[in-house]
């Protein structure tokens, strides 16, 4: 088995055309907006009655007030947009950061929450779209997809199977809860992608722990219904005890799985210079914080920009970290990430030279601006 530094070399963010803030549903919901404690978003966070009992308990106290539970805004696919499209953009954003061809690819792994088809995931669909010659296949963690894939890749290209893999991750919720759900409230559509191959020496992957998400296994489930014109299509449900299974198990996969990488890489926690969590909730930063002990200013929290985009979180805090200068190269680096029904996993690696394609946000700033009063805005 070949053993040389395996990691990041580039990283790409896509987001969707529509940018739909609290007052878009304020306005066309008033009514959900007056019940919302007894629907689906307060449902699956709240304390129902009951008193704090861990960290994830009392972060998620200040935002009990709020029927949107601390989201702002969130990226929401437009007409003619897809996770294809998104996957593609993303794709060919971070060959182009890090100066590579289709061609130089030999392997793209795909991770999509969740596919356009019906049992058939992205990455055959993706890899005719961009004329791929290599290998193509699907990976499915859920939530944890983004760490499990970096993991895999960098295994791949360790062991001398493949020289540069294409990760592609994307979530497009918006196709899976109808826009009524309150669920839907702090919920975003995005992709992102990075390239995985050879960097200097000591860099990459150092240590990983995953495990399984047995226990979330019933949170959220699939059910198949049918559209206005009889299509079959896949509407996501909560269960009975989601608020209360998430609550009682973000502490122990926080510990075991950050923990364990950090073992596995030989470091200890105050040698890591940045943490990259998935923040899903408004408070996840705040209770990664608090669980782990460490400094507010070695993590990002970039939730109110884009809300619960799945495991492109991963990708778009790991993006952003690097181009707002909080890692650097060489910087000790963990990112950590968790899906129900799917994976939690950590990954400890010392960052490289990542490069990084343009952010797609910066084009949407003159449109967010000239519209500020608008409640949902097209790029």
């Not at 826009?179 to 992608?193: K, N, P």
């Not at 699939?222 to 509407?235: C, E, I, K, S, Y």
Request: hydrophobic residues 40%; contains cysteine.
């Amino acid at each position: 088995m070949v053993d040389y530094p395996v990691g990041i070399r580039a990283i790409a963010v896509s987001f969707p055309s529509i940018r739909r803030t609290n007052d878009y549903y304020r306005q066309k919901y008033p009514e959900l907006i007056a019940q919302a404690e007894q629907k689906s978003l307060a449902r699956m966070f709240s304390l129902a009655g009951s008193t704090p009992s861990n960290e994830f308990d009392l972060e998620m106290m200040p935002y009990l007030s709020d029927p949107f539970r601390g989201t702002v805004e969130r990226w929401v696919l437009g007409t003619g947009e897809s996770s294809l499209t998104l996957e593609e953009r993303a794709a060919r954003d971070a060959l182009e950061a890090a100066k590579l061809s289709v061609k130089d690819v030999d392997l793209m792994i795909v991770a999509s929450v969740w596919p356009e088809k019906i049992g058939l995931g992205n990455a055959a669909f993706l890899a005719h779209k961009l004329s791929l010659e290599g290998a193509a296949w699907n990976l499915d963690a859920t939530c944890g997809s983004t760490p499990i894939a970096l993991q895999t890749a960098c295994a791949l290209v360790r062991a001398g199977e493949y020289r540069n893999v294409l990760v592609v991750i994307s979530c497009t919720y918006s196709r899976f809860f109808d826009e009524d759900d309150t669920m839907s409230w702090f919920l975003s559509d995005g992709a992102g992608a990075f390239v995985v191959g050879s960097l200097e020496s000591n860099q990459g992957i150092l240590g990983t722990k995953t495990i399984h998400a047995g226990e979330l296994c019933n949170v959220v489930f699939p059910q198949l219904t049918t559209d206005a014109q009889g299509n079959p299509r896949l509407r996501m449900k909560l269960c009975k005890e989601a608020n209360k299974v998430t609550r009682s198990t973000a502490v122990g996969f926080l510990r075991t799985c950050c923990e364990g990488a950090i073992a596995a890489a030989g470091v200890t926690l105050e040698q890591i210079d940045f943490f990259i969590f998935n923040t899903s909730t408004a408070w996840f930063a705040s209770f990664c914080i608090r669980v782990l002990g460490i400094d507010p200013e070695r993590t990002i929290d970039l939730y109110s920009q884009y809300a619960n985009i799945g495991p492109v979180l991963t990708v778009a805090n790991m993006y952003y970290a690097a181009k707002l200068g909080k890692i650097r190269e060489n910087d000790l680096v963990l990112v950590y990430g968790f899906g129900a029904a799917g994976a939690i996993s950590a990954n400890v690696m010392r960052w490289g030279n990542v490069a990084l394609s343009p952010d797609p946000l910066e084009s949407s700033k003159s449109a967010k601006e000239s519209s500020k009063h608008s409640s949902e805005v097209p790029l």
